[in-house]
Antibody, heavy 120, light 112 residues
Framework: QITLRESGPSLVKPTQTLTLTCTFSGFSLSSTGVNVGWIRQPPGKALEWLALIYWDDDKRYSSSLKTRLSITKDTSKNQVVLTMTNMDPVDTGTYFC????????????WGQGIPVTVSS | DIVMTQSPDSLPVSLGERATINCKSSQSVLSSSNNRNYLAWYQQKPGQPPKLLIYWASTRESGVPDRFSGSGSGTDFTLTISSLQAEDVAVYYCHQYYSTAWTFGQGTKVEI
């Protein structure tokens, strides 16, 4: 079965760079049509889509955050890494990674999420 | 970016009654190449990741009860829960995956 797990620091300081890793199993990110994306959710607020990487290394980013985001994949390790620079307290929230393939690539399997707090 | 606007923000519904959530996109999410709407609905309960309910605007994900249905095309979409059950209390999000940058609606909280 498909599983995804997010890992990384739970606390970062303002201006630091956040690096999150999504480790997955049950699928290959080298298979045609497959993608892995990142979505975040501030406490008590709505979901915000961040970034996506496709099996062919095509990458997509949120328009408002694209200058701060970078997404990469390591197919051999079954991992996708998201980096976000210049972290601010407003970036506090839970960060999810998700798998997509069928249905036009819609995110169908999600990790449990990792809470990240930005504070000095 | 395509802006997704849901209404209402909060929806009180009695058990067994119908719940209807609306979602409007600022641009069409209908693809002319395959005539499909790149619109999904998610359900999120506290402390859990979102759960995919509907994709292609009206296709129910495997295992989702048939009391959940989606409709609409272009820019206007609806999620209907035909007979609300206690376990349906949650926040529901519409989501477009048509444009280069995907976006979510602000969420609708369904409560009893």
């Amino acid at each position: 079965q498909i599983t995804l797990r997010e890992s990384g620091p739970s606390l970062v300081k303002p201006t630091q760079t956040l690096t999150l890793t999504c480790t997955f199993s049950g699928f290959s990110l080298s298979s045609t049509g497959v993608n892995v994306g990142w979505i975040r959710q501030p406490p008590g607020k709505a979901l915000e889509w961040l970034a996506l990487i496709y099996w062919d290394d095509d990458k997509r980013y949120s328009s408002s955050l694209k200058t701060r985001l970078s997404i990469t994949k390591d197919t051999s390790k079954n991992q996708v890494v998201l980096t976000m620079t210049n972290m601010d307290p407003v970036d506090t929230g839970t960060y999810f990674c998700a798998h997509g393939a069928g249905g036009g690539g819609v995110s169908d399997y999600w990790g449990q999420g990792i809470p990240v707090t930005v504070s000095s | 970016d395509i802006v997704m606007t849901q209404s209402p923000d909060s929806l009180p519904v009695s058990l067994g009654e119908r719940a209807t959530i609306n979602c409007k996109s600022s641009q069409s999410v209908l693809s002319s190449s395959n005539n499909r709407n790149y619109l999904a609905w998610y359900q999120q309960k506290p402390g859990q990741p979102p759960k995919l309910l509907i994709y292609w605007a009206s296709t129910r994900e495997s295992g989702v009860p048939d009391r959940f249905s989606g409709s609409g095309s272009g820019t206007d979409f609806t999620l209907t829960i035909s007979s609300l059950q206690a376990e349906d209390v949650a926040v529901y999000y519409c989501h477009q995956y048509y444009s280069t940058a995907w976006t979510f609606g602000q969420g609708t909280k369904v409560e009893i």
